[in-house]
């Protein structure tokens, strides 16, 4: 079992940066990927970005692409999100989730390829 913690949300401006993280426990080694998810109220929710646990492989949707990084910090266990260039459209909660199954490429935004999920945490993005 792997347990995930996200932390770091919060209200920042448009145009602002945010920088939001994720750290796992439990059976870490287990990981093959981990990845960031967002949900804004009264839609679905939709792949952000994801990082193979091992290497430096990275994965980002279109939106976010050149204004968001996903990177991984081996000595804790942590999966951090940095945004910038923030807008109002990225308002949502922010959810990590973790893969103990290999992932092909075209598979990481596919949220069912994902066992493990945080309680999500809140970024506000003010206009």
């Known amino acids: 079992q792997v347990q995930l913690v996200d932390s770091g949300g919060g209200l920042v401006q448009a145009g602002g940066s945010l920088r939001i993280s994720c750290t796992a426990s439990?059976?870490?080694?287990?990981?093959?990927?981990a990845g960031w998810f967002r949900q804004a109220p009264g839609k679905e929710r939709e792949f952000v970005a994801a990082?193979?646990?091992?290497?430096?492989?990275?994965y980002y949707a279109g939106s976010v692409k050149g204004r968001f990084t996903i990177s991984r910090t081996s000595a804790s266990n942590t999966v951090v999100l940095q945004m910038s260039s923030l807008e109002p459209e990225d308002t949502a909660v922010y959810y990590c989730?973790?893969?103990?199954?290999?992932?092909?490429?075209?598979?990481?935004?596919?949220?069912?390829?994902?066992?493990?999920w945080g309680q999500g945490t809140q970024v506000t993005v003010s206009s």
């Open positions: 989730a973790a893969s103990p199954d290999t992932v092909a490429n075209a598979d990481y935004y596919r949220a069912e390829v994902y066992d493990y």
């Open positions: 990082i193979r646990w091992r290497g430096t492989s990275t």
């Open positions: 439990g059976r870490t080694s287990s990981i093959y990927a």
